[in-house]
Each structure stands twice: as C-alpha cells, then as structure tokens.
C-alpha cells in the first residue's frame, strides 16, 4: 500500500534552517509528483512547491523563492523540503502529498511534519 | 494566481441532513481541474472529489461534486457522524496549486 512518511517535530530558533523528509514506499518513486503543503496553528492549506522525483526538477510558490529547497534521493525513495531564514510565521505543519502528474490532484499525503520556530 | 473563496465559512448541520459547500474561483478553473478535500483534527487532508465530479477511492456516493468554470459545489447527501469535518476545495489546472480558506461542517 502506498505510504509517505515523514520525520519528527523539529523546534528551531530565528534564522535557522529546518529539513523535513518523506520517504515513500508502496508504488513507483519516480513515476509520481511531490508536492510539499503546510499549514499554520488553526489556520488553512498552503501550496509550497513541486517536485519532480525522476529528474529533479522543482517549481516553487513565489512566496518561497529563495528559502525553499526540495530535493530527491532516488536510491532511499526519499524526498526532502529546506526551509531556510525561519521566522515565527514558519510554525506549521508541513505536509507531502502525491500527485501522479502535474495536473493531478494530491491522493496520498503523509502524516505532517510539526515544525516550531521559537526564541 | 487564481484565488479560492469557500462559502459557507461554518455550516451548521444534523445527521441525516444534506449539505452543500461553495467553491468559487476568481477566474476560470482549466478543464474542471477542482478538488475536494476532508480533514479532520489532527489528520492530513484527505481527497474526496477530483475533476470537479470524479469520487476518489474509496469514497462513499453520498459525497458528488458538480460544476465548472469558477462555480463549484461539493454535496453530501446524508450527513454520517464522521463527516463532521474542515473541507477544502483546490485548484490543480496552473501552474501554481492554490486552496480555498475551508468550510467547517459542525453538527448542530
């Protein structure tokens, strides 16, 4: 059955960078799209970016440009999302979720990724 | 970016009864590429309706999902308890994904 997921709850300080991974298993790595998703404390969904786990490629939400980076490893069928420059607004819970193409919506998501960023 | 507004933001409602959520999009959703999402406290968001009409797997027939364009509607025809939950409609036909802000079904 397909599964994503995810690593722990990560507490980070101002400025700091946080790396969150979703290793997937169940189908085939590379044949699908990973979208990264998060939402803040009672707040609704927020679209980070794509990426695409056969070549790598990556298209991230202008508000992100710059502070985000999605990688692959196609030998763990691992994808990971940076996050860099954290500020408070960036506590949320972050989500992957598979998307066969990019025009398809998102069938399977993972289990969230709480991300805190305190003083 | 196209934007998303969902109404009602609550709806209030008792088992056995019929609700029908909003999706309307500030311009026009590319070949009806809408989708409805269920959540519930604590889980990740669940898919429920695709190409604005398309049941997901596994997904019970009350739940149908209808129009295009910018209109979209999500119905569930006979409320069960578990369906007491955020629903969020997404648009997946640009280049960017964008959600609505989520209706929250409450039971009476």
């Known amino acids: 059955q397909v599964q994503l997921v995810q690593s722990g709850a990560e507490v980070k300080k101002p400025g700091a960078s946080v790396k969150v991974s979703c290793k997937a298993s169940g189908y085939t790595f590379t044949s699908y799209y990973m979208h990264w998703v998060r939402q803040a404390p009672g707040q609704g969904l927020e679209w980070m970016g794509i990426i695409n786990p056969s070549g790598g490629s990556t298209s991230y939400a202008q508000k992100f440009q710059g502070r985000v980076t999605m990688t692959r490893d196609t030998s763990t069928n691992t994808v990971y999302m940076e996050l860099s420059s954290l500020r408070s607004e960036d506590t949320a819970v972050y989500y992957c979720?598979?998307?066969?193409?990019?025009?398809?919506?998102?069938?399977?998501w993972g289990q969230g990724t709480p991300v805190t960023v305190s003083s | 970016e196209i934007v998303l507004t969902q109404s009602p933001g609550t709806l209030s409602l008792s088992p056995g009864e019929r609700a029908t959520l909003s999706c309307r999009a500030s311009?026009?959703?590319?070949?009806?590429?809408l989708a409805w999402y269920q959540q519930k406290p604590g889980q990740a968001p669940r898919l429920l309706i695709y190409?604005?009409?398309s049941r997901a797997t596994g997904i019970p027939d009350r739940f149908s999902g209808s129009g295009s364009g910018t209109d979209f509607t999500l119905t569930i025809s006979r409320l069960e308890p578990e369906d007491f939950a955020v629903y969020y409609c997404q648009q997946y036909g640009s280049s960017t994904y964008t959600f609505g802000q989520g209706t929250k079904l409450e039971i009476k």
């Open positions: 311009q026009s959703v590319s070949s009806s590429y």
């Open positions: 190409g604005a009409s």
């Open positions: 979720a598979r998307g066969w193409d990019t025009n398809h919506p998102f069938d399977y």
